[in-house]
């Protein structure tokens, strides 16, 4: 759940930083002086790991690298979940022999209680 939670973040974080990148990209958003963005910087609410919303401040570096990271968690969400899909195959497979092995058992067990049985019907009769 934690890795959830802050792949989340990493994703809200990642989505606002992309958004503010964009408009800043965008002409009319650029020569407007309420939008401009000192030395190439910018500012963005990001949420800790506690839910607290802060403000930071950020630049093109900051967003490559948290895109990065990003990136990096869903790949290695999605390694997981190929895990898992292949370990939960497998537990799958597994199950199927022991049911199979103890229905063998089972089997084996009742020939032999039949064989024990025809047994003691020639001993009683030897007797």
């Known amino acids: 759940?934690?890795?959830?939670?802050?792949?989340?973040?990493?994703n809200v974080v990642l989505l606002c930083?992309?958004?503010s990148a964009h408009a800043y990209d965008v002409p009319q958003i650029h020569s407007n002086e309420s939008f401009a963005m000192t030395d190439n910087r910018g500012t963005l609410a990001t949420i800790d790991s506690s839910g607290a919303?802060?403000?930071s401040s950020v630049n093109a570096e900051d967003v490559s690298e948290t895109k990065k990271?990003?990136?990096?968690?869903?790949?290695?969400k999605e390694?997981?979940?190929?895990?898992?899909?292949?370990?939960s195959q497998k537990l799958?497979?597994?199950?199927?022999?022991?049911?199979?092995?103890?229905?063998?058992?089972?089997e084996a067990n009742r020939?032999?209680?039949?064989?024990?049985?025809?047994?003691?019907q020639v001993s009683s009769k030897i007797k």
């Open 111 to 120: 020939k032999i209680s039949d064989q024990q049985r025809a047994l003691e």
């Open 79 to 87: 390694n997981q979940t190929d895990t898992l899909d292949t370990l």
């Open 92 to 106: 799958s497979k597994n199950e199927d022999v022991i049911t199979n092995l103890q229905r063998s058992l089972d």
């Open 53 to 55: 919303v802060r403000q």
């Open 69 to 76: 990271q990003v990136q990096a968690l869903i790949k290695t």
């Open 1 to 10: 759940m934690t890795f959830m939670k802050k792949l989340l973040v990493c």
């Open 17 to 19: 930083t992309l958004a």
